[in-house]
């Protein structure tokens, strides 16, 4: 499967991203680098939300920000629940969860492990 390049580089996306999740308030923001570890994406940052609607909020608001600066979303996941939602921006993948679904699946000790 190809992916679609992201048009934006990948320090000015993971930027765009983080500061999108700031602005709504996101918790515990999180950016590991997969770039050793997977060739369908070069970072994965994780966010915790207090609620469904927070976190289709920062999912919304990824999407404009990145779309904004010139930036492609190839899909959104999730968003029905809004306890887990899942923004691909191409080089970065964004996981949006609320604090007890965080702590159950540990994306960080899922992604950051395999890159030692």
């Known amino acids: 499967m190809s992916r679609k390049p992201n048009t934006l580089e990948l320090e000015k996306l993971q930027a765009i991203i983080v500061d999108a999740l700031e602005d709504v308030k996101a918790q515990a923001i999180t950016v590991i680098d997969t770039s050793k570890i997977s060739d369908e994406f070069d970072r994965v940052v994780i966010a915790t939300a207090t609620s469904n609607r927070q976190t289709r909020a920062l999912a919304s608001n990824v999407q404009i ?20 939602v899942l923004v691909d921006c191409g080089d ?25």
Request: proline share 4%; charged share 25%; glycine share 8%.
């Open 65 to 84: 920000k990145v779309k904004e600066n010139g930036g492609d979303i190839l899909s959104t996941e999730g968003e029905e629940t809004g306890e887990w």
């Open 92 to 116: 970065i993948v964004v996981h949006l969860m609320q604090a007890p679904i965080r702590a159950y699946y540990n994306l960080e000790e899922l992604w950051s492990p395999a890159a030692e």
